[in-house]
């Protein structure tokens, strides 16, 4: 007989709306040499604000190898709803929640760790689990006290995984090769003025924006993610984060917390995720650089160690000029580099990020002066029947120096609204295909405009495939986005 020292270690930390719980424990083995030794270590993290937070959760396994697990635990107060969840599936009943490992973290090595996590909603009171079962074992100890983190955000959690191995089925339906955008290309980086992937080979990246996420948080669901990966097969999301017009400014810490969760549910299904911090009036980023700081430092320190990040730090600058945009660039760069130095950050340009031609200049001025700071691109927008011959005419001689980035489009006018133009969204996409120009389409949602993807009411309905979900936007970037992608390995 074997008699496993048992450990009883636990710390509480709650300091504002920031709490952290780690509870360890390990059982006794009983005399059977056949009988699995048990015990798992877990640090529940949250970050709370006004009826919502997300809580992040560490699982350590401390006894023999498991090849499946459920975690358990009971919310403290009755009105504590699991949300939306990530690296598990999620269900609740009463209070009681319990977590079931995805296809790709269920098998967990003696000393192996896994993390998890939801956003959840709380009604009168949010105080923090203090419990936890993995495979029925309890994970109990005594709390001790440790110093509150920084009241800052971020919360101080362990970020959720990274990408599963190429070998290992990600937890939603592989795209056809098996294999996903992230699994393939891994961290990405600029190259002379491409997009390369982690074998130096130029890439195309083809994927969605959302529309604001203070507005259409109902189109991001793990059903119409899904489909954005499997049947779309998009390379990326774009999370479209408004400032401004009841966004960022709002609820720092909850939108941050929100785009964080988005990260993750795009990470899961091997998509790249691209931050936008989606200034749009006023037009000056100035205006928001703080608030642009405070953003960047957060999702850059909790997002450091994916591969899937990259950072689109001002939506489109407007009424301003090339130079007030640089010094912004150069004041919010150093705050992601300083804590996820390989990360590629996107630069808004002038004119509604049109490389000045909106307002009358060209790309000459980022040419001649370009941001101060390695692995960085441009952003380029086009609305299809607004903008035509000759912004594509400057969009091709520009490629040739700068790295560019279409991280917005339509298939309509500037306003979002009328009539796909087709001729014309043809010709972009064409010419972006022809020079490996990255893009995300405006809007994976349902709002009822010409540019939305999907059909009005769809949301609600949950249903995203089939026949009677996509607008005519929808249907013609859905047939461009899901061809065979071309990601060279060698
Ligand atoms: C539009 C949306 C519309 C919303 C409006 C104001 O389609 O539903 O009411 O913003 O927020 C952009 C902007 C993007 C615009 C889009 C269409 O980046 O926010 O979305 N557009 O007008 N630049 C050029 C066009």
Redesign the pocket.
């Known amino acids: 007989m074997k008699l496993l020292p048992r450990l009883s270690r636990r710390t509480l930390v709650m300091a504002g709306a920031v709490g952290a719980l780690t509870v360890a424990a390990s059982a006794v083995v009983p005399t059977a040499d056949a009988q699995a030794a048990t015990g798992c270590a877990v640090t529940y993290t949250t970050t709370s604000w006004a009826g919502g937070f997300t809580a992040n959760i560490a699982i350590k396994n401390l006894g023999d190898a498991v090849d499946g697990w459920t975690l358990g635990f009971t919310f403290p107060d009755a009105g504590q709803r699991v949300g939306q969840g990530w690296s598990a599936t999620w269900s609740q009943t009463g209070a009681a929640v319990t977590a079931r490992n995805v296809a790709w973290n269920g098998t967990l090595a003696t000393g192996a760790s896994t993390s998890i996590g939801f956003n959840g909603t709380w009604a009168s009171a949010n105080p923090v689990p203090t419990s936890f079962t993995l495979n029925g074992t309890a994970c109990t100890g005594t709390t001790t006290p440790t110093t509150p983190p920084p009241p800052t955000t971020p919360p101080p959690t362990t970020p959720p995984p990274t990408t599963p191995p190429p070998t290992t089925p990600p937890p939603t339906t592989p795209p056809p090769g098996g294999v996903t955008p992230v699994a393939i290309n891994g961290q990405l980086r600029v190259c002379g003025a491409n997009l390369c992937n982690q074998y130096g080979k130029p890439i195309q990246l083809r994927g969605m924006s959302t529309?604001?996420i203070q507005w259409f948080a109902n189109c991001l669901n793990d059903a119409s993610l899904d489909a954005l990966a499997d049947d779309w097969r998009a390379d990326l999301l774009r999370i479209a984060m408004?400032v401004q017009?009841d966004g960022y400014e709002t609820d720092p810490a909850g939108f941050t917390n929100r785009v964080n969760g988005l990260v993750d549910e795009a990470e899961q299904r091997g998509m790249y995720a691209l931050i936008d911090f989606?200034t749009?009036t006023p037009g000056d980023p100035m205006y928001n650089l703080e608030r642009a700081k405070t953003f960047f430092g957060a999702v850059s320190a909790r997002n450091a160690a994916k591969k899937n990040v990259i950072y689109e730090i001002a939506?489109?600058p407007n009424g301003v000029s090339w130079a007030t945009i640089k010094s912004y660039a150069e004041q919010v760069i150093p705050v992601i580099r300083a804590n996820d130095p390989d990360a590629v950050v996107v630069v808004g340009t002038r004119g509604?990020s049109s490389l000045g031609v909106s307002d009358g200049s060209n790309a000459n001025e980022i040419i001649n002066n370009p941001v101060n700071a390695t692995n960085v691109m441009y952003t380029f927008?086009f609305?299809a029947a607004s903008h035509k011959d000759n912004y594509r005419a400057e969009v091709e001689r520009a490629a040739a120096r700068l790295p560019l980035f279409v991280t917005?489009f339509?298939t309509v006018a500037?306003?979002?609204d009328g009539g796909v133009d087709v001729a014309s969204s043809t010709a972009w996409i064409d010419l972006l295909d022809r020079l490996k120009i990255s893009y995300a389409n405006?809007?994976y949602s349902d709002?009822a405009?010409g540019?939305a993807a999907l059909r009005p009411g769809t949301c609600a309905s949950g249903v995203y495939t089939g026949p009677n979900v996509l607008t005519q936007s929808g249907a013609l970037v859905r047939d461009r986005i899901r061809t065979p992608d071309n990601f060279p390995t060698a």
Do not use: I, P
Request: no cysteine; net charge negative; aromatic share 24%.
């Open positions: 529309h604001g408004y017009e989606h749009l939506n489109e509604w927008h609305y917005e339509g500037y306003t979002g405006w809007t709002k405009e540019s």
